[in-house]
């Protein structure tokens, strides 16, 4: 149980395109998702917390025109890297919480962006 | 800032050799969380301590809360190759509440 799917596993795309990333909690229902950006080696940097039916809430220094995120659903949030730049290449994790209490977070593989 | 540290960043030991890992913090958490991420890979999900004090064992691997549940712990015995890999401490104050990261842990056992 706790699967967490991503969508696509990478994908390559022209400086100034956007590009959708889909997470998918597949066997439960996730009130809450978490966008995570990645650096090779490195930790973990929170980029958003995605609450079904409401606004996201972004972190600081993250720009919310340009990471759009939506979460329509208990199963479903998508982030939307818009007008894309090379320096936005990079390896993007969602995370999604069941209802156990004890916040624990489920990670889904991660989608590795990659902007020509 | 509800930060988390976690030492060492780096470590490559043999095969065979035992290892520990350190997650501090000035912060109690309601929960800690250890992850382990392989490259390409999202973290995947070792374990969750909640209780002050509390040990739990997986096979190899022992995590433990500190009394105060400030710091945790994680020490493998005997690393094998396949114990390659990021380790993430993380923790959480609350369910549905963001997570807290340590800046992970590179370890490589080598062969």
């Known amino acids: 149980g706790a699967v967490v799917s991503q969508h696509p596993s990478w994908v390559i795309c022209k400086s100034g395109t956007s590009v959708k990333i889909e997470c998918r909690s597949l066997d439960f229902q996730a009130t809450t998702m978490f966008w995570y950006r990645q650096f090779p080696k490195q930790s973990l940097m929170l980029m958003a917390t995605s609450n079904e039916g409401s606004k996201a809430t972004y972190e600081q220094g993250v720009e919310k025109d340009k990471f759009l995120i939506n979460h329509a659903s208990l199963t479903l949030s998508t982030l939307t890297v818009t007008s894309a730049h090379p320096e936005d290449s990079s390896f993007y994790i969602c995370?999604?919480?069941?209802?156990?209490?004890?916040?624990?977070?489920?990670f889904g593989p991660g989608t590795r962006l990659t902007v020509t | 800032t509800q930060l988390l540290e976690q030492s060492p960043q780096f470590l490559s030991i043999q095969e065979g050799e035992n290892l520990t890992v350190y997650c501090n913090s000035s912060?109690?958490?309601?929960?800690l969380q250890w992850y382990r991420q392989e490259p390409g890979e999202g973290p995947v999900l070792l374990v969750t301590v909640v209780t002050g004090g509390e040990v739990k064992k997986l096979k190899r691997l022992t995590f433990q809360f500190g009394d105060a549940r400030k710091d945790s712990s994680l020490h493998i015995t005997a690393a094998q190759p396949g114990d390659t890999g990021l380790y993430l401490c993380?923790?959480?104050?609350?369910?549905?509440?963001?997570?807290?990261f340590g800046e992970g842990t590179q370890l490589t056992v080598n062969p």
């Open positions: 912060s109690v958490f309601s929960s």
């Open positions: 995370s999604a919480t069941g209802t156990s209490g004890s916040g624990e977070q489920y």
């Open positions: 993380a923790g959480a104050r609350g369910s549905g509440s963001r997570l807290t």
